[in-house]
């Protein structure tokens, strides 16, 4: 790889670093995750909120409600631009939910496809609290938003 290689991928290998050290950060921040949540107790949860789900671990750490801020920390879009049908709201759905995971472990997160009444369709994360209670949040500004739309698939 020569120089000028190199230094085209310098601003990306910089976000992916700074990513990196928020994730330390956010690991070292004293996160208590709450209870561990079984596979079936998960299902049970998911299914009052949509019908077509995707469950992958036997188990999840739960996250209580007031850790939510602190667990979705990381201003993704402050490192990553949006990029229509490139990087956009699957994308960052991901991305957050994977650096999240990386950071805390088997985490009681994952995202949702969800839909408005206008017909567009949207992905958003989705925490299940301590509480049992599903929490939806907007991994491009990382605010908890109320639940104004129709649930598709929901994948933990």
């Known amino acids: 790889m020569n120089w000028t290689t190199l230094i085209k991928y310098l601003p990306i290998l910089k976000e992916a670093g700074m990513i990196g050290l928020q994730m330390i950060r956010l690991r070292l921040a004293n996160i208590s995750a709450g209870t561990v949540m079984t596979i079936q107790e998960a299902e049970k949860v998911i299914k009052k909120e949509c019908n077509k789900y995707t469950l992958l671990d036997a188990e999840y750490h739960l996250i209580p409600k007031d850790s939510i801020k602190t667990v ?27 650096l999240i995971r990386l950071a805390f472990g088997n985490v009681s997160v994952g995202d949702a496809i969800v839909s408005y009444d206008n017909g567009s369709r949207h992905m958003l994360n989705i925490v299940i609290t301590k509480d049992k209670e599903v929490v939806y949040v907007e991994p491009q500004n990382n605010s908890v938003v109320p639940k104004t739309f129709k649930v598709e698939e929901i994948r933990l």
């Not at 979705?72 to 994977?98: P, S, W």
């Open 72 to 98: 979705f920390n990381v201003n993704l879009a402050k490192y990553l631009k949006y990029r229509a049908e490139a990087f956009d709201c699957d994308d960052f759905a991901r991305t957050a939910g994977v």
